[in-house]
């Protein structure tokens, strides 16, 4: 699989996006990382931060390779719809706590449904319309 490849799954296309994972440590070089856009609409980048044109982005919400300045700079350079928090799986209590004023805040800055989905909670993502060639 690399970056721009395009497979359906369950009537839904998918495409991979990015190819290299955020840098981790400065003594090694990024190993491969592939993130996806589904159906045009949902961006789950992976271990990076890549920026493509996506409505609703899964977006990383703690990483050790990421910092809060780097979560806030990513949500205001994607402009999201939409971004729910996933990749907290390391955090405490207070870290969840810290997270969720981030993300509150940047909602508030974006104008946009940003937050950290509870254990259990879904929501419902609309697909896009496209146009199709009927030639």
């Not at 369950?10 to 856009?37: C, M, T, W, Y």
């Not at 402009?79 to 207070?94: E, F, I, K, M, Q």
């Not at 937050?115 to 009927?134: F, P, T, W």
């Amino acid at each position: 699989m690399h970056d721009g490849d395009v497979f359906s799954v369950a009537g839904l296309e998918v495409q991979a996006v990015g190819d290299k994972h955020h840098r981790s440590h400065p003594d090694f070089p990024p190993v491969d990382n592939i993130g996806f856009l589904v159906d045009g609409e949902v961006l789950h980048p992976g271990d990076a931060l890549t920026v493509v044109d996506a409505p609703t982005l899964l977006v990383p919400g703690q990483a050790p390779w990421m910092t809060v300045p780097d979560l806030i700079r990513y949500l205001r350079q994607m402009a999201p719809r939409r971004a729910y928090a996933v990749h907290d799986g390391l955090l405490n209590r207070w870290g969840l706590e810290v997270l969720d004023g981030v993300l509150r805040s940047e909602a508030e800055h974006l104008h946009a449904d940003i937050r950290r989905l509870q254990s259990g909670e879904c929501v419902s993502v609309q697909r896009r319309a496209r146009l199709r060639d009927v030639s």
